[in-house]
Every structure is written in structure tokens, then in C-alpha cells.
């Protein structure tokens, strides 16, 4: 469903700027290769692809994808899971919320934050940088509560025992530098 509305959105949008190409609201597309890493150095590299519509005044609406591969996955842990999400932005900088996706079906609930800008110019569009954060909620947090701190395992973490779920906790927020293309 929801990738059906992004297709729906863009070919709207789409169409609208073809319609109106002197009305100044074109659609733009961004792809980028990231790299991200929460606090335990644990890596993931990130293709994101999204399109946004570009309002007056720098206002941009848009809808992305993420392909994310998990470098150090854990036995529980999807080699790659995918993100829809949704955005908002103004000039270079912009917010995100959507959800993330792997074989296991959904995952968490996902909030993104950053900056994406163009420095160079590279044939039709112009290539940038990209920084910012990610979080992943509901997948921590539910493991957190879940697991029971009576068993005796390394990998079990417990509310109960507040110092391993705080440090569990510290693996939902990840940093993400990337390079951009704009087009």
C-alpha cells in the first residue's frame, strides 16, 4: 500500500511539473551511499533513493526508500531490511518518519534527521554531502522488555538489569555520513 501511494505521489507530482514547468514546483530526485553506525561501532551501509516535491520559499515534501545492509548482523538480524519513509525539509536540512522492513516482516518505527548538501557540479546534477542521525525505536525497546535477565545469556538484556538495556538502548540511535547525487 504504501508503495503504492509513493507511485501514485510521484507520477502526480510528475505530471503536475510537466503541466506547469514554468510554475517553479519541479520534482528533484536524490540518491545516496551512506554509512552508518550506531554507538557500539556496529556498521551499516545505506542506499537511499528518494524524490520530493519542491514548494516556494525551499519547502520540500518528499518520499524515499532505504536499502540498508547490516555489516556485523547478529543471529536475529537481517542481513539487509528496507525503509519507507516520508519527509519534510526546508533548504538543506530535513525530517523523516517511516518504518523499516526485512524478511521478518515489520521491524520499527523509523525517524531520520540531517543535511543534505550539493557542492559540485557532475553532469546534470550536482554532487554533495550528506550527515545526519537515525533512530529505530520500537525494535529496542521491545527487546529490551522482552527478554528476562534470569536466563543466563550474554545476548539477553532485561529492564530489570537497567545498565545492559541502557546500553542495548544506545544501539537504536545510529550517525550516517554519506555522499550524494542530485539530480
Request: hydrophobic fraction near 40%; glycine fraction near 10%.
Given at each position: 500500500?504504501?508503495?503504492?501511494?509513493?507511485?501514485?505521489?510521484?507520477?502526480?507530482?510528475?505530471?503536475?511539473?510537466?503541466?506547469?514547468s514554468?510554475?517553479?514546483?519541479?520534482?528533484?530526485?536524490q540518491?545516496s551511499?551512506?554509512?552508518?553506525?550506531?554507538?557500539f561501532?556496529?556498521?551499516?551501509?545505506?542506499?537511499?533513493f528518494?524524490g520530493?516535491?519542491?514548494?516556494?520559499s525551499?519547502?520540500?515534501?518528499?518520499?524515499?526508500?532505504?536499502?540498508?545492509?547490516?555489516?556485523?548482523?547478529?543471529?536475529?538480524?537481517?542481513?539487509?531490511?528496507?525503509?519507507?519513509?516520508t519527509?519534510?525539509?526546508?533548504e538543506?536540512?530535513?525530517l523523516?518518519?517511516?518504518?523499516?522492513?526485512?524478511?521478518y516482516?515489520?521491524?520499527?518505527?523509523?525517524?531520520?534527521?540531517?543535511?543534505?548538501?550539493?557542492?559540485?557540479?557532475?553532469?546534470?546534477?550536482?554532487?554533495g554531502?550528506?550527515?545526519?542521525?537515525?533512530f529505530?525505536?520500537?525494535k529496542?525497546?521491545?527487546?529490551?522488555l522482552?527478554?528476562d535477565?534470569?536466563?543466563?545469556?550474554?545476548?539477553?538484556?532485561?529492564l530489570?538489569?537497567?545498565?545492559?538495556?541502557?546500553?542495548y538502548?544506545l544501539?537504536?540511535f545510529?550517525?550516517?555520513?554519506?555522499?550524494?547525487y542530485?539530480?
Amino acid at each position: 500500500m504504501f508503495v503504492f501511494l509513493c507511485t501514485v505521489f510521484l507520477a502526480y507530482a510528475e505530471n503536475e511539473n510537466e503541466e506547469k514547468s514554468n510554475s517553479g514546483a519541479p520534482i528533484n530526485y536524490q540518491i545516496s551511499l551512506q554509512a552508518s553506525s550506531s554507538f557500539f561501532i556496529k556498521p551499516f551501509i545505506e542506499l537511499d533513493f528518494n524524490g520530493y516535491y519542491l514548494f516556494d520559499s525551499n519547502y520540500t515534501l518528499g518520499l524515499g526508500i532505504i536499502i540498508s545492509g547490516n555489516a556485523m548482523h547478529g543471529i536475529d538480524e537481517p542481513y539487509v531490511s528496507g525503509i519507507f519513509y516520508t519527509f519534510f525539509g526546508y533548504e538543506n536540512f530535513s525530517l523523516g518518519i517511516g518504518s523499516s522492513f526485512s524478511k521478518y516482516g515489520f521491524e520499527s518505527l523509523y525517524l531520520k534527521t540531517g543535511w543534505s548538501v550539493p557542492i559540485w557540479q557532475a553532469g546534470k546534477g550536482k554532487l554533495g554531502l550528506c550527515i545526519g542521525g537515525e533512530f529505530y525505536g520500537m525494535k529496542c525497546f521491545t527487546k529490551c522488555l522482552i527478554y528476562d535477565a534470569s536466563e543466563d545469556s550474554s545476548e539477553e538484556y532485561s529492564l530489570n538489569n537497567p545498565f545492559p538495556a541502557a546500553v542495548y538502548l544506545l544501539n537504536c540511535f545510529k550517525l550516517y555520513f554519506g555522499i550524494t547525487y542530485f539530480f
